[in-house]
């Protein structure tokens, strides 16, 4: 498998394992200093990556026992509306924390 690979004077802030319910695969989500990404375990690939500058927020919720986060991105350059990215897992609160510490607030 290829490492995650860090861009110049990015910082890792936190890793976690969850499950991006758009696309229904587990993968790792990552949060640095610049970016937040999610990268599937099985395929290898980057299917989320947006700037700390492109992300207008999270919210969290609850389906049945289940926790989310979902991921505001501010604007799509290309259907010209905003994206939501939901994720689950059992380190959403985990995930939380690093998204505030990376400078991403929460939706209220």
């Known amino acids: 498998m290829e ?3 860090l861009q110049e004077n990015e910082k890792i ?3 976690v394992d969850m499950h991006y319910l758009q696309e229904n695969i587990n993968g790792s989500f ?3 200093n610049q970016r937040v990404c999610f990268k599937g375990n099985v ?3 980057l299917y989320m990556e947006l700037s700390v500058s492109e992300t207008a927020g999270y919210d969290t919720g609850r389906f049945m026992l289940a926790h989310y986060v ?3 991105d501010i ?3 290309y259907k010209g509306h905003k994206h939501l990215y939901k994720f ?3 380190s959403v609160k985990k995930l939380c924390r690093y998204l ?3 400078g991403i607030n929460r939706i209220q």
Do not use: M, N, P
């Open 75 to 77: 604007y799509d350059r």
């Open 100 to 102: 505030e510490q990376a």
């Open 30 to 32: 990552y949060v640095t």
């Open 43 to 45: 395929t290898d690939y």
């Open 13 to 15: 802030i936190g890793r």
């Open 88 to 90: 689950t897992g059992l």
């Open 70 to 72: 979902r991921l505001h």
């Open 3 to 5: 490492k995650f690979s």
